[in-house]
């Protein structure tokens, strides 16, 4: 096939999955029949424990949607998924063999399609692992595509990723979705919340991110979300705040020209950066 492993940050290894087996678009087929008994229960102890811990601390747009995922005790096919999900948002979910360029990524965001990586992690990486598997992508992205504003921006997301890659600034915009999709917080009327899904998936960053006196928590303003490096291999030392998904929806649907143009002049800031115009949340 026509398509190339990506490389993931600066990793020297080579990407996991079968790459091969990917069509022109890097999707493939859910390659459900090879799981085997221990993935499926992997994928079973990664629910039961992850799905314990979201009380208190999981947005509620994510705890309402979870058991649209379906079957907890084995990996889901993704077309029983999809006969839910399709119906509600328009959303499908395809099987990619894991990480894929970003051209190709955000052409299928942007076609309401979410790449869903299909291996799952070995027993002995139950704690951590350096790329998303199944359980990642499925858990933690997945319910809020249920969300019609959430799932319209990470379409919209998809979007304007094909033209930031025209204007070179894909890096830039790279940030918002880490900073959201993966690692956002929201503040809720009963409390701060998660709706990342590196957080939601992970089972010691979700309580840190929310109730650590740790990082700092900043309310999200486009520009300096931008400007911010972050941390591929630890907890984040920032977190960005929203209201609701519909007040991230409105902030991000202007043309963002102008904000890559004020960014790059201002530069980059590091993971734990603080600065003056920064709306700081603090906890209680
Ligand atoms: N409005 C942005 C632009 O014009 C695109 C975008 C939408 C980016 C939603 C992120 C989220 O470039
Ligand atoms: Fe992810």
């Keep these: 096939m ?3 492993p990506v490389v993931y940050g600066a990793s020297e290894r080579p990407p996991r999955g079968d790459y091969a087996r990917a069509r022109d678009d890097y999707t493939c087929p859910q390659n459900w029949s090879a799981y085997t008994e221990a993935d499926h229960d992997t994928y079973r102890r990664l629910y039961e424990r992850q799905s314990a811990l979201l009380p208190g ?3 509620d747009a994510f705890v309402d949607a979870l058991p649209s995922l379906g079957v907890k005790d084995r990996i889901p096919q993704f077309e029983e998924i999809n006969e839910r999900l399709t119906p509600v948002t328009g959303w499908e979910i395809v099987a990619v063999p894991g990480l894929i360029p970003e051209r190709p990524f ?16 070995k027993p002995d990486e139950f704690e951590y692992i350096v790329e998303p598997d199944v359980f990642h992508d499925l858990f933690g992205h997945v319910p809020l595509l249920f969300n019609p504003v959430f799932a319209d921006y990470v379409q919209r997301y998809g979007a304007g990723g094909l033209k930031a890659d025209d204007l070179g600034a894909g890096e830039l915009l790279s940030r918002l979705y880490w900073y959201t999709i993966e690692f956002g917080l929201i503040q809720q009327a009963d409390g701060l919340r998660a709706y990342g899904a590196g957080i939601l998936s992970s089972s010691g960053e979700l309580c840190h991110s929310v109730t ?3 990082p700092q928590r900043i309310a999200l303003d486009l520009q300096r979300c931008m400007r911010t490096r972050y941390k591929i291999d630890d907890y984040q030392a920032t977190y960005f705040v929203i209201d609701s998904f519909q007040q991230l929806f409105d902030m991000t649907a202007p043309d ?3 904000h890559y143009a004020a960014v790059r002049s201002a530069g980059d800031l590091a993971a734990d950066a603080t600065i003056a115009s920064d709306s700081r949340i603090t906890l209680g």
């Design 212 to 214: 650590s006196t740790a």
């Design 256 to 258: 963002f020209t102008a």
């Design 106 to 121: 955000f052409e299928l965001l942007a076609s309401r399609r979410f790449p869903v990586t299909d291996w799952i992690r």
């Design 57 to 59: 601390l999981a947005c």
């Design 2 to 4: 026509a398509v190339e």
